[in-house]
T-cell receptor, first 112, second 112 residues
Framework: DTAVSQTPKYLVTQMGNDKSIKCEQN?????MYWYKQDSKKFLKIMFS???????INETVPNRFSPKSPDKAHLNLHINSLELGDSAVYFC???????????FGQGTRLTVV | QKEVEQNSGPLSVPEGAIASLNCTYSDRVSQSFFWYRQYSGKSPELIMS????GDKEDGRFTAQLNKASQYVSLLIRDSQPSDSATYLCAVNMKTSYDKVIFGPGTSLSVIP
């Protein structure tokens, strides 16, 4: 059983489109995250979501919006995609915000 | 000073040698420290977590933490070619909220 799974694994889309990435965890964790890893491989946190409290990284454009239907799911919706949004997006989960995070396999987003 | 710093490498060691990976962080009150390994094209996977000053050993891996010096390291004994990967240091930071910040990673190459 995959602990943290995200779909799709690859996503190629045109500028201006809206797309969503789904994430599910079966670890019983209460905190989920979205990270962005750019071409320089730097992993930056975008959001954390804990007990319905959303913590937003202030540098994330408001075109990005996380949506959590329940504790096991945290989806990422992106409006009006731009070339600079091309990156690998990782979902992760943990018990609380200061413990080990477990990552999904990543979604490679390419905006053309 | 950047929040979490690592030598980008690449660090090359011969097979069987000890690989030493270093990380410094800026937040004096950080309490949680993690080492992740990321193979090319894969997601980060947790190797070790450490919360107290001193050494923590797990198999061939030893994490060392010195909070006074704001320094955490990872030693890999008897390095194997399969250890070739990027190693990410992650540290919790408390600004307006708790978050875990990743360093830029150190690329390790173990030469057979």
């Amino acid at each position: 059983d995959t602990a943290v799974s995200q779909t799709p694994k690859y996503l190629v889309t045109q500028m201006g489109n809206d797309k969503s990435i789904k994430c599910e965890q079966n670890l019983g964790h209460d905190t989920m995250y979205w990270y962005k890893q750019d071409s320089k491989k730097f992993l930056k946190i975008m959001f954390s979501y804990n007990n319905k409290e959303l913590i937003i990284n202030e540098t994330v454009p408001n075109r990005f919006s996380p949506k959590s239907p329940d504790k096991a799911h945290l989806n990422l919706h992106i409006n009006s995609l731009e070339l600079g949004d091309s990156a690998v997006y990782f979902c992760a989960s943990s018990h609380g915000e200061l413990t080990e995070a477990f990552f999904g396999q990543g979604t490679r987003l390419t905006v053309v | 000073q950047k929040e979490v710093e690592q030598n980008s490498g690449p660090l090359s060691v011969p097979e069987g040698a000890i690989a030493s990976l270093n990380c410094t962080y800026s937040d004096r009150v950080s309490q949680s420290f993690f080492w992740y390994r990321q193979y090319s094209g894969k997601s980060p996977e947790l190797i070790m977590s450490i919360y107290s000053n001193g050494d923590k050993e797990d198999g061939r891996f030893t994490a060392q933490l010195n909070k006074a010096s704001q320094y955490v390291s990872l030693l890999i004994r008897d390095s194997q070619p399969s250890d070739s990967a990027t190693y990410l240091c992650a540290v919790n930071m408390k600004t307006s909220y708790d978050k875990v910040i990743f360093g830029p990673g150190t690329s390790l190459s173990v030469i057979p």
